[in-house]
């Protein structure tokens, strides 16, 4: 074993593994909306179609111990964790984890759930697991990115896999060492490309990280065991996921404060800061991808201050970083996944009628001719700069001439501007409502609301099968 000090691996398994469960108030009710969220988006996105199909072949693969949400049949943890993890992303409703700019509680969320059921675990363990996770994840995110996401590697199925095999080996109390293994070991299972945006794939990667994390955990629980150097090196995550130009790229980031992105796995206290603390998540307010809601919040904020309608614009031009704009590459969407990734469609939507929801995302609603006429006034510029250095800019043009103009740095939902918890209960209710019982819904919202010591996930899982 190599020196803990100076190898990332072995530094954050140590952590992972050994960290006291004496979380602050604000990370453990950040970690408890995040539960919240996930399975709010997953319930409905069990009956999307890839989510059907994933969860069949789930049955069909095996298991009694697990429960896949929207199902009575039961299964095995990884494909509980795969099938409950392509639920979670169906929609893209789910929240982004800027640090590693990955969907992190997509891929966690399963992952945990999925072990907690199979050994019995209560909401405290659970909670515990998912704080330690997501550090790692972020750790890890520091360390590849955002040349990473850049260069076209899907975040949340490349690191969303390494960050969870760490939640996943605290939930099951391994020790440092076998910890470093099942982080090592989930390495073997990343992989995922940004060319799958758009398809049934893309929510996939989410269940397939989640798979390999649960199953890189139990490997390592086993007694498999893995290399020392799958995140430095030359044959590791950091150069092989961000390219043989790794070292000019980090004297790019060197004096840029880019969620603590350095293309450099940090070293030192693994804990300072406590990423769920100083970032949070952005949990969406909107059913589409996340490179979209800053350019719509600022549409929807123009739009109620001014008081204009649809038929009185002439004009939508959209300037945002290239990185944003690079995940919106359907320019007109013909189906409900490629509308998601449209900035054209959400702004269209948007403008149209002054939100964008779940119903404006079903496959019946992507021809409404009304929206379609908006798509050609709806123009955008790729602006060279990283998120972090460029606000994004909404410009409005009237039928009058006017201008209107604002621009958006963090988009409702983010640590910044943060849905309250009773916009996140609504959330939940919306998401819920037509999918459970409303007896079984409070009883579900009950249990998530505390997710202590008192509530068996086991339990829980049961509700929501």
């Known amino acids: 074993m190599t020196d803990p000090k100076t190898n990332p691996l072995h530094l954050y398994a140590n952590w992972a593994a050994n960290v006291p469960a004496d979380w602050s108030e604000l990370a453990i009710s950040r970690a408890r909306d995040a539960v919240i969220d996930t399975l709010a988006v997953t319930i409905p996105g069990a009956q999307e179609t890839v989510s059907q199909k994933v969860?069949?072949?789930?049955?069909?693969?095996?298991?009694?111990?697990?429960?896949?949400?929207?199902?009575?049949?039961?299964?095995?943890?990884?494909?509980?964790?795969?099938?409950?993890?392509?639920a979670a992303h169906a929609l893209d409703f789910d929240?982004?984890?800027?640090?590693?700019?990955?969907?992190?509680?997509?891929?966690?969320?399963?992952?945990?759930?999925?072990?907690?059921?199979?050994?019995?675990?209560?909401?405290?363990?659970?909670?515990?697991?998912?704080?330690?996770?997501?550090?790692?994840?972020?750790?890890?995110?520091?360390?590849?990115?955002?040349?990473?996401?850049?260069?076209?590697w899907h975040a949340t199925a490349t690191i969303g896999t390494v960050g969870t095999a760490a939640g996943c080996a605290r939930l099951l109390g391994l020790d440092a060492e076998k910890t470093a293994h099942a982080i090592s070991l989930s390495t073997s299972f990343a992989g995922g490309f940004m060319s799958q945006f758009g398809t049934m794939t893309k929510p996939l990667h989410a269940g397939i990280a989640a798979a390999g994390a649960v199953q890189a955990a139990l490997f390592a629980e086993a007694g498999i065991t893995a290399g020392d150097h799958t995140l430095e090196?030359?044959?590791?995550?950091?150069?092989?996921?961000?390219?043989?130009?790794?070292d000019d790229l980090r004297a790019i980031m060197k004096d840029k404060d880019e969620y603590g992105q350095k293309v450099d796995f940090p070293k030192g206290d693994v804990a300072d800061p406590l990423m769920i603390e100083k970032y949070g998540l952005k949990v969406k307010r909107f059913p589409n991808c996340g490179s979209v809601h800053r350019a719509l919040d600022g549409l929807l904020q123009l739009r109620e201050k001014h008081g204009f309608s649809a038929d009185s614009v002439t004009r939508v031009f959209v300037r945002a970083p290239a990185a944003h704009l690079r995940n919106l590459m359907y320019d007109r969407p013909t189906t409900s996944a490629e509308a998601k990734f449209s900035l054209e469609y959400g702004l269209a939507v948007g403008?149209?009628?002054?939100?964008?929801?779940?119903?404006?995302?079903?496959?019946?609603?992507?021809?409404?001719?009304?929206?379609?006429?908006?798509?050609?006034?709806?123009?955008k510029e790729y602006v060279e700069k990283l998120e972090s250095d460029f606000f994004t800019q909404v410009y409005v043009t009237l039928k009058s001439g006017e201008e209107l103009f604002t621009e958006v740095n963090m988009p409702v939902g983010s640590s910044a501007s943060p849905l309250s918890h009773d916009q996140l209960m609504a959330k939940f209710d919306a998401c819920a409502d037509g999918h459970l019982d409303a007896v079984k819904q409070e009883a579900i919202k009950e249990q998530l609301n505390q997710m202590n010591d008192s509530v068996a996930i086991k339990h829980l899982m049961s509700q929501l099968s």
């Open 55 to 86: 969860g069949t072949l789930a049955v069909n693969w095996g298991g009694s111990a697990c429960s896949i949400i929207g199902r009575t049949e039961k299964t095995s943890p990884p494909m509980a964790a795969m099938a409950n993890g392509t």
């Open 351 to 379: 403008l149209l009628y002054g939100d964008a929801t779940l119903a404006d995302y079903e496959e019946s609603a992507i021809s409404r001719p009304e929206v379609q006429a908006l798509l050609p006034l709806i123009e």
């Open 95 to 152: 929240d982004n984890f800027d640090p590693a700019k990955a969907h992190a509680s997509a891929v966690l969320v399963p992952a945990l759930l999925a072990l907690a059921e199979d050994r019995d675990k209560d909401g405290t363990a659970f909670l515990d697991a998912y704080i330690v996770g997501l550090q790692i994840l972020g750790r890890v995110g520091q360390g590849l990115n955002p040349f990473h996401r850049s260069r076209g």
């Open 233 to 246: 090196g030359k044959n590791g995550m950091g150069t092989l996921m961000v390219g043989p130009d790794v």
